[in-house]
């Protein structure tokens, strides 16, 4: 049995209130009895892309649990690469694949600077489908901009584009165990390319659908909520369970 935690959407940096939520988030992380086999970080670390978030980030995620981070369409790849990767600042899709004795966790850059909007370049559909080809193991595949429509406005129209081939390289490999996004700020699950799709809470906020606003509501993202995430297991059977979680800030 595999089980890991998916947090998203921390945003350091946007308001007084984001460093401390998703403490909180990581400190109930840490103080779980049982160990995770992988923490999964779909994007928008920093709100604004500075070294100074992503230093405050870098603090925040440090846990007893294996941590993956990948970038939303809030960060900024030269100072992401810096600060959480130790690497030289290069503007290219940050694409990361972790190996375990038990998955393998391929992170994808779906962030194209500048806009909202999500994509997969060729450099970064390709690297992903050497990933796939190469795993005999469970395959996890992460990125921030979800595939598919979730049903509200605002954020189906910056969702990920130009989504085929990608769709492909999933249904073309058995060893894919789920996709896992984030960038919606609520928790939801579907399928894309017949597996599972599925969606991390927001830590800094939460998205309120379009059947929850009232005709005087300011907008779609509320902050009074409390920050959430997921847990999602594999188990034996190759089958996947998703469970969602409150944690009090």
Not at 16 to 37: F, I, Q, T
Not at 91 to 98: A, F, R
Not at 119 to 130: A, I, N, Y
Not at 234 to 240: A, F, I, K, P, T
Request: aromatic share 6%.
């Amino acid at each position: 049995m595999i089980v890991i935690a998916h947090v998203s959407d921390i945003h350091i940096g946007a308001t007084e209130r984001a460093a401390p939520r998703a403490a909180a988030v990581l400190r109930y992380l840490d103080a779980l009895p049982h160990d995770l086999d992988a923490v999964l970080v779909t994007g928008d670390i920093a709100d604004h892309g500075s070294p100074a978030e992503y230093e405050e980030a870098a603090k925040l995620l440090a846990s007893r649990h294996p941590v993956f981070v990948c970038p939303g369409n809030h960060d900024v790849r030269e100072e992401f690469r810096r600060v959480l990767r130790g690497e030289e600042p290069a503007p290219g899709p940050v694409n990361q694949v972790y190996r375990t004795e038990k998955a393998v966790y391929a992170l994808c850059d779906s962030s194209v600077p500048g806009e909202a909007a999500g994509r997969l370049d060729g450099e970064t559909l390709d690297w992903l489908g050497e990933v796939l080809d190469g795993s005999d193991l469970p395959v996890f595949v992460a990125f921030h901009h979800p595939p598919a429509p979730l049903h509200s406005p605002f954020l189906d129209g910056i969702m990920l584009r130009d989504d085929g081939r990608l769709a492909e390289l999933v249904a073309g490999h058995e060893n894919v165990a789920a996709v896992l996004v984030g960038h919606a700020h609520t928790a939801a699950a579907t399928t894309f390319a017949g597996r599972p799709l599925l969606v991390a809470p927001g830590v800094v906020s939460t998205l309120l659908l379009p059947w929850e606003l009232g005709p005087s509501s300011r907008g779609c993202l509320d902050h009074e909520l409390p920050p959430a995430l997921a847990f999602h297991v594999l188990d034996d059977g190759g089958r996947v369970t998703t469970h969602y979680r409150v944690v009090p800030a």
